[in-house]
């Protein structure tokens, strides 16, 4: 299955990868192994099939995004240790900043 030689130190050297020589003798049989399989890959017959983006179909499992009533915000804001007149107070958590 091997096809042309790959150049393995060349390819750790763009992904800026320091491979030991015992490391190259290592990945340069997978390497070729791999691409081997590739060009195997393209003998396949897939004339009459379509290209498809993914292996199954695509459901929305969210429901519709509708306006329906929710809690009085004079309900929600009750029991808020603090407030303004229509939101809760929080303390300030940014640390180091100055205002």
Do not use: C, H, W
């Amino acid at each position: 299955m091997k096809t042309g030689k790959i150049d393995v130190a060349y390819v750790a050297e763009l992904a800026r990868l320091e491979l030991s020589p015992e490391e190259l003798a290592t990945f340069q049989p997978q390497m070729e192994s791999i691409v081997g399989f590739v060009e195997k890959i393209k003998e396949a017959d897939v004339e009459g099939v379509e290209p498809m983006m993914f292996g199954q179909d695509l459901v929305n499992v969210l429901r519709d995004d509708t306006v329906r009533p929710s809690m009085d915000r004079e309900a929600a804001l009750a029991n808020a240790p603090a407030r303004t007149e229509t939101e809760f107070k929080l303390p300030k958590i940014v640390e180091g900043a100055e205002s």
